[in-house]
């Protein structure tokens, strides 16, 4: 099973080919393809990759499938015996993405000391 963990957004997503995620708004139009760079871990079967924070060259690719609203989420304030109550709400704006394509650059190797 090959999977990534990606950062966007101020979260972490663990994502697969083929994966549906709703992401934070992207200022791309649906139907676009967009790109994350910030992979922070890559695992393809027995291997895993971490990064230092993140894996350099790698990136995921994602198909833009429709700009949507979250669930409304109302936040209710009330103190009790003074008559306050206020109520306020507000829907968080997503980006519904399909991920197409996992890929991690060249393996960087650690550099040989020589032997003086």
């Known amino acids: 099973m090959t999977y990534a963990i990606i950062k966007t957004g101020g979260r972490q997503f ?6 549906t995620i709703d992401v934070d708004l992207l200022d791309v139009d649906p139907g676009k393809t967009a790109t994350f760079g910030d992979v922070l871990t890559f695992a393809d ?4 990759t971490h990064g230092n924070p993140l894996i350099s060259g790698a990136k995921v690719t994602a198909e833009v499938l429709e700009q949507r609203k979250d669930k409304k ?6 103190k009790r015996r003074k008559g306050y109550h206020r109520t306020v709400g507000h829907r968080r704006k997503l980006t519904r993405v399909k991920i197409k394509s996992i890929s991690v650059g060249a393996k960087k190797t650690a550099p040989k000391k020589s032997e003086d």
């Open 14 to 19: 663990r994502v697969a080919e083929g994966d």
């Open 45 to 48: 079967g027995k291997d895993v």
């Open 73 to 78: 989420v109302i936040a209710f304030k009330f």
